[in-house]
């Protein structure tokens, strides 16, 4: 079993940064990829971005291009969200996910969850 935790969720204003972490533990191993996603309310979960073992990453780039970055520390089992120039529609509660194989878009494809970390951003 693989156990993540999120943090670093909070309000913000519009334009403003902030930056996720997922920490893993348990059973972890640096082959899994790891993704983001989120929720708003009365929304389905949205893909947000993904890292492979390798570093590489991919977006969703249509509601975060250039805005986001995922990277990830494999001393900490850590992966990390970097949101910068935060916009309203940013606002959701927040998941990573880890699968044993490489990143996909699918939620479904996913093997493990946190439980979330709100993020709301003010106009």
């Known amino acids: 079993q693989v156990q993540l935790v999120e943090s670093g969720g909070g309000l913000v204003q519009a334009g403003g940064s902030l930056r996720l972490s997922c920490a893993a533990s348990g059973r972890t191993r640096s082959s899994y990829a790891m993704g983001w996603f989120r929720q708003a309310p009365g929304q389905e979960r949205e893909f947000v971005g993904a890292i492979d073992w390798s570093g590489d990453s991919i977006f969703n780039t249509e509601s975060v291009k250039g805005r986001f970055t995922i990277s990830r520390v494999y001393a900490k089992n850590t992966v990390y969200l970097q949101m910068n120039n935060l916009k309203p529609e940013d606002t959701a509660v927040y998941y990573c996910?880890?699968?044993?194989?490489?990143?996909?878009?699918?939620?479904?494809?996913?093997?493990?969850w946190g439980q979330g970390t709100q993020v709301t951003v003010s106009s």
């Open positions: 996910a880890a699968r044993h194989s490489f990143y996909s878009r699918n939620e479904h494809d996913y093997d493990y």
